[in-house]
């Protein structure tokens, strides 16, 4: 039980720790009020309340290397993590002790990494692995997370208007997602880029869950989403997907075909990596098969596809590559078949300035400047992200159920609906019915800007559709029973 020592002319508390150690705290005019504080410490333990008093003198760096050596993780989540704490958090509080960090100083610093050419989204990030760190250091050496962030605090109208822009660019209709899968190709120069992001558009998969899918684990009507594939470092390993998500996400008519047509190709289905299981105790990949490769058969880098491929085709814009290059327009050669052969880049042309087209070695040069144009953009900012966002959206709008809805996109039903609620084969037909009308829409929506189509196998589509002679019936690829996987 707490007591009080006499100290001078001075009372200090005396009280056992959580771990049995007897602990102090000295400066009480009255013997009465040290006693209360080591009985209030006790209380404290008993409500898992309990500040250790010379934990709180520990500094950040201290408590983080304790912290960080006890998660466990993905390895990506990991490396991330590092990253932020030793190039942005431990600079600025390492030195700190957990009891002097402040709500204020903390936000000041956020702004900082802005007004230093950090961007919102890497200041957000840097914080928000502060607050982890800080959130376990509670309640035990801290009674708060000052790290944190309050609800209703900050710029009301600024947080309003990110939403509203958000929501606007976010999530593309079937057409913008039609017409970012041809571009992507006809820069790629493939037909596989066009199928997988025709794939990520109407199956709602996550980027990782795409790259980590097997040929194996597609079937004539489902694709089994059991795996992704992480990044890190350059290299990549096998692991289930996020919160253990693993599901069959039924698929379209037309889509099985797109597959078919793919997997039987000839593109790479074997990747080329070649290293060793389990080695820096992580199970890299050692050369398995995938559904999509590139066409030297390694695996799809999300940051190359984006700013090569993905982020080009939806904002008509090579996007910067500072400081060796500003942001510069698509150019195509529009004498070919739609959407226009891809030109090298080159600058925008400046206000008042004649353009001068792309020219010398390792460039064709253009005899008539008309043949050269710039693509318009389809949907600035969309990522392959966003995808899932434009898939979720067309479920609503297709009145699919809630409960068939989460099972597609992985997610949890919450409550006792999701333990009540189940996904028929019915919901599931509706699902397949209800895309293959989007995808026969958007297509017809196509045709009207141009019948025909540089890549190969949207050109079949658009035949299909139009009844050409020796083509499938308008099903825009009708199905096609895939191959027998010998995996």
């Not at 013997?31 to 010379?54: C, G, L, S, T, W």
């Not at 052969?341 to 400047?369: E, K």
Request: hydrophobic content about 35%; overall charge positive; proline content about 9%.
């Amino acid at each position: 039980m707490g007591y009080a020592e006499k100290r001078g002319n001075l009372y200090r508390a005396r009280w056992r720790g959580p771990d049995g150690t007897l602990e102090s705290q000295p400066g009480f005019a009255t013997k009465k009020a040290a006693e209360k504080y080591a009985q209030d410490q006790e209380a404290a333990i008993r409500a898992h309340r309990y500040v250790d008093p010379r934990g709180a003198r520990m500094t950040l760096t201290d408590w983080v290397n304790v912290w960080f050596s006890g998660l466990d993780l993905e390895p990506s989540t990991m490396d991330n993590y590092r990253y932020l704490l030793e190039v942005f958090v431990l600079p600025a509080f390492g030195q700190n002790s957990l009891l002097s960090l402040t709500s204020e100083g903390i936000a000041k610093w956020e702004r900082g990494l802005v007004a230093n050419g950090y961007s919102k989204k890497t200041a957000s990030n840097a914080r928000g692995t502060l607050s982890s760190a800080l959130s376990d250091a509670v309640p035990r050496y801290i009674p708060l997370n000052p790290a944190a962030k309050k609800k209703g605090k900050g710029r009301k109208g600024g947080s309003r208007v990110d939403r509203i822009e958000t929501a606007a660019k976010v999530w593309a209709s079937p057409l913008q997602a039609l017409l970012i899968a041809e571009r992507a190709a006809v820069i790629s120069g493939g037909d596989a880029t066009f199928i997988a992001c025709v794939t990520i558009a109407y199956t709602g998969c996550r980027w990782s869950e795409l790259v980590g899918l097997s040929p194996a684990l597609i079937h004539d009507d489902a694709i089994d989403l059991h795996w992704k594939l992480y990044e890190l470092n350059g290299r990549f390993y096998r692991g289930r997907p996020k919160d253990g998500s693993m599901r069959t996400v039924a698929i379209p008519p037309f889509l099985n075909g797109l597959l078919a047509r793919h997997l039987t190709s000839g593109a790479p289905l074997k990747c080329a990596c070649t290293s060793r299981p389990d080695a820096d105790g992580v199970s890299w990949c050692t050369g398995d098969s995938y559904a999509f490769l590139t066409s030297q058969g390694s695996h799809y880098r999300r940051s190359n596809f984006s700013e090569r491929l993905f982020r080009p085709a939806a904002d008509g814009w090579y996007p910067p590559r500072a400081p060796a290059r500003a942001r510069m327009p698509v150019l195509v050669d529009h004498q070919h078949p739609w959407p226009g052969s891809p030109l090298p880049p080159w600058p925008a042309v400046q206000s008042g300035q004649p353009f001068t087209p792309p020219q010398g070695r390792g460039r064709p040069r253009l005899t008539d400047d008309s043949r050269v144009a710039s693509w318009l953009p389809v949907l600035p900012g969309l990522t392959p992200h966003g995808q899932r966002h434009g898939y979720q959206t067309w479920l609503d709008e297709d009145g699919i159920p809630y409960v068939a809805q989460s099972q597609q996109m992985g997610h949890e039903v919450p409550g006792m609906r999701g333990i009540y609620s189940h996904v028929t084969d019915r919901m599931l037909g509706e699902i397949r019915d209800a895309l293959q009308q989007r995808w026969v829409t958007a297509l017809r929506a196509r045709a009207a800007l141009s019948p025909t189509s540089a890549v190969p196998a949207l050109n079949a589509a658009l035949l299909a559709l139009r009844g050409a002679p020796g083509t499938p019936a308008a099903g825009a690829l009708a199905p096609k029973p895939l191959p027998e996987s010998d995996t």
